[in-house]
């Protein structure tokens, strides 16, 4: 069963423009690791975040900013005045207890941003 | 090393013939990790080295597939009489170690075609 999904496989916007991303997670875990990665189109990923299960405090790292919410069992990510560098596909990815190096990722949300 | 390295970078190879792909990790880096990517996917956890022993090859999706890492250093993905199917961006990444607060750096993969 899929345990992250990312239900927007693609979003474009113009740049300057906020965009969000999506990702539902499921786990019976009370610990549990949060990621999200980025792909640009070289192909190798880029780590952006780590978040535990006890820590639902929001994050704020220059333009991007993360909204963990236990009670729908999300973590989303928002991309503030995107530019065009920000054009990838990116990851939301799970670890879980039973195999913490084990990465459970999402299908990828490709976003396009367009001067 | 910098980085991950990976190679080949691409490799193209008839149907039933066997392939090696090659990780090599971050110098010190005592986790490896091996995902697969289909074209337009997310990537599919194949297994993670602590050191030499692979405590979750969960992933690995046929007996065709094995991976073995010597000296906590090079790791080798084998895929004997590969299919179409195996058709994939093969992604390696390392880590100082396998624990949760530990970060994945990734590698470029070896893009992998069966014809």
């Known amino acids: 069963a899929q345990k992250v999904t990312q239900a927007q496989t693609e979003i474009s916007v113009v740049e300057k423009e906020d965009v969000t991303l999506d990702c539902v997670y499921e786990t019976r875990d009370t610990t549990y690791y949060l990621f999200w990665y980025k792909q640009p189109p070289s192909g190798e990923l880029v780590f952006l975040i780590r978040r535990n299960s006890f820590d639902e405090q929001n994050e704020i790292s220059g333009r991007y900013s993360w909204n963990f919410q236990k009670s729908t069992s999300s973590f989303n990510f928002t991309i503030t005045a995107s530019q065009v560098v920000d054009s990838a596909v990116y990851f939301c990815a799970l670890s879980e207890s039973d195999s913490w190096g084990k990465l459970q990722f999402g299908a990828g949300t490709q976003v396009v941003v367009t001067p | 090393g910098a980085g991950v390295s990976q190679s080949p970078s691409n490799k193209v190879t008839e149907k039933g013939k066997d392939v090696e792909l090659r990780c090599d990790p971050i110098?010190?880096?005592?986790?490896l990790y091996w995902y697969r990517q289909r074209l337009g996917q997310g990537l599919e956890f194949l297994i993670y080295f602590q050191g030499n022993s692979a405590p979750d090859k969960s992933g690995l999706p046929s007996d065709r597939f094995s991976a073995e890492r010597t000296g906590e250093s090079v790791s080798t993905l084998t895929i004997q009489r590969t299919q179409q199917e195996d058709s994939a961006v093969y992604l390696c990444a390392s880590s100082l170690n396998s624990g949760v607060n530990t970060e994945a750096f990734f590698g470029q993969g070896t893009r992998l075609t069966v014809v």
């Open positions: 110098s010190g880096h005592t986790a």
